[in-house]
Nanobody, 116 residues
Framework: QVQLVESGGGLVQPGGSLRLSCAAS????????MGWYRQAPGKQRESVAG???????HYADSVKGRFTISRDNAMNTVYLQMNSLKPEDTAIYYC??????????WGQGTQVTVSS
């Protein structure tokens, strides 16, 4: 079985920071990419950041310069360091993992709320 466990969400004030973690386990096979999506109420899920096996990263324009995605050496855990948080960042953040055989896995999501 495949399991993605997200952690690190919470309530922070504008300008604060959070670090999200996603630990992957199970029969995923070789991981091609790991990333983060987010979904606010009434809106579609959107890509926030991703990192592929070769180390390349991408970010949504709205988070560039504020968020940093990284992974551990074994590629079993992906992180999202979120700095200078804004109320617009409030959403449920989902971890996503893709393998080399086009399988796609999702975590249950972790709530990030940015509010004073």
């Amino acid at each position: 079985q495949v399991q993605l466990v997200e952690s690190g969400g919470g309530l922070v004030q504008p300008g604060g920071s959070l670090r999200l973690s996603c630990a992957a386990s199970g029969s995923i096979s070789s991981i091609y990419a790991m990333g983060w999506y987010r979904q606010a109420p009434g809106k579609q899920r959107e890509s926030v950041a991703g990192i592929i096996s070769g180390g390349s990263t991408h970010y949504a324009d709205s988070v560039k310069g504020r968020f940093t995605i990284s992974r551990d050496n074994a590629m079993n855990t992906v992180y999202l360091q979120m700095n200078s948080l804004k109320p617009e960042d409030t959403a449920i953040y989902y971890c996503n993992v893709r393998n080399w055989f086009n399988a796609n896995y999702w975590g249950q999501g972790t709530q990030v709320t940015v509010s004073s």
